[in-house]
């Protein structure tokens, strides 16, 4: 089966970075794509990896290793606006996106 | 980027009875999708629905249940019908941009059903 791991919940400290992690395993890979989501609100569009490497926008920045089956997201300089769900999202062999579950962070003062 | 405008934007309905959402986007789509999500969860997709013919549903969403429209390019609407509790759910309307270079998908805000 087809099958996106996150972790369900982090806290962070607002000035510092966190790190959410994505692993997946689906029926091949047509890329990768990281979501936020605030509480109540649709999820909007933050990154898109399809390449192993790094890619930065601004204080986000989101890795692929295809090989492993691992992306992460990388929040840096965090604000209390971040607090929101961050959901990674794959496009398989078929271009059809599998959901992970989402993961809530938590943005303390 | 495409502007999604749904609504209603959240409904508290009655057990037994149907509800239409609708979806209008201000810019040329390629794919317009009906997800559902419930609380706590993640995004389920319900259906592709495709302009002018019958939409594609996923395993366990049938028509007869949630009948889709989709009379041309931009616009389109969904009915839960015969609702019960189970049915409670954010409802969303999400798209790919025909400006889109990624393939990223685009969210209406979503319309929140609580059924009775």
């Known amino acids: 089966g087809q099958n996106i791991d996150q972790p369900t919940e982090m806290t962070a400290t607002e000035g510092a970075i966190v790190q959410i992690n994505c692993t997946y395993q689906?029926?091949?890979?047509?890329?990768l794509f990281w979501y936020q989501q605030h509480a109540g609100e649709a999820p909007t569009f933050l990154s898109y990896?399809?390449l192993d490497g790094l890619e930065e926008k601004g204080r986000f920045s989101s890795f692929l290793s295809r090989s492993k089956g691992y992306s992460y997201l990388l929040l840096k300089e965090l604000q209390m606006k971040d607090s929101a769900s961050y959901l990674c999202?794959?496009?398989?062999?078929?271009?059809?996106?599998?959901w992970g579950a989402g993961t809530k962070l938590i943005i303390k003062p | 980027s495409a502007v999604i405008s749904q609504k209603p934007s959240r409904d508290i309905c009655q057990r037994g009875t149907s509800l239409t959402i609708q979806c209008q986007v201000d810019s040329q789509v390629t794919m317009m999708f009906w997800y559902r999500q419930q609380p706590g969860q993640s995004l389920t997709l319900i259906a592709t629905a495709n302009q002018g013919s019958e939409a594609t549903y996923e395993s366990g969403f049938v028509i007869d249940k949630f009948p889709i429209s989709r009379p041309n390019l931009t616009f389109s609407t969904l009915t839960v019908s015969n609702m019960s509790p189970e049915d409670s759910s954010i409802y969303l309307c999400?798209?790919?941009?025909?400006?889109?270079?990624?393939?990223?998908?685009?969210f209406g805000e979503g319309s929140r059903l609580t059924v009775l």
């Open positions: 999400s798209v790919i941009s025909a400006q889109s270079r990624l393939g990223e998908l685009f």
């Open positions: 689906t029926s091949g890979f047509n890329g």
């Open positions: 999202a794959v496009k398989d062999s078929n271009y059809q996106l599998i």
């Open positions: 990896n399809v």
